[in-house]
């Protein structure tokens, strides 16, 4: 079965820098879209940043300028590289991927990773 798995977050200071990575595995054949989301406490998830199969990228205006999406196709794998991290990013970080499988396309979501950035 196809998995989704987040890596990478962690506490840090604000104005530090954090990697985080997303790995899809299971019986893939194609991934589409892939993107990033957070919810904090008490608040709705919100878009971080979108990228397509060819590499196009969508970010969130919050954080335009200091996080970079990327992705690894022969690895299926994403990443999101977040500098000058501020107290508001603290949030969930979850990875979603719309995959193609043998059998059916259908959009896939990770567990979440926690992201803390203290002042």
């Known amino acids: 079965q196809v998995q989704v798995l987040e890596s990478g977050g962690g506490l840090v200071q604000a104005g530090g820098s954090l990697t985080l990575s997303c790995a899809a595995s299971?019986?893939?054949?194609?991934?589409?879209?892939m993107g990033w989301y957070r919810q904090a406490p008490g608040k709705e998830r919100e878009l971080v940043a979108l990228t397509t199969r060819g590499g196009s990228t969508n970010y969130a205006d919050s954080v335009k300028g200091r996080f970079t999406i990327s992705r690894d196709n022969a690895k299926n794998t994403m990443y999101l590289q977040m500098n000058s991290l501020k107290p508001g990013d603290t949030a969930v970080y979850y990875c979603t991927a719309r995959i193609l499988t043998y059998t059916h396309i259908n959009s896939f979501w990770g567990q979440g990773t926690q992201v803390t950035v203290s002042s």
């Open positions: 299971g019986p893939i054949r194609r991934i589409d879209d």
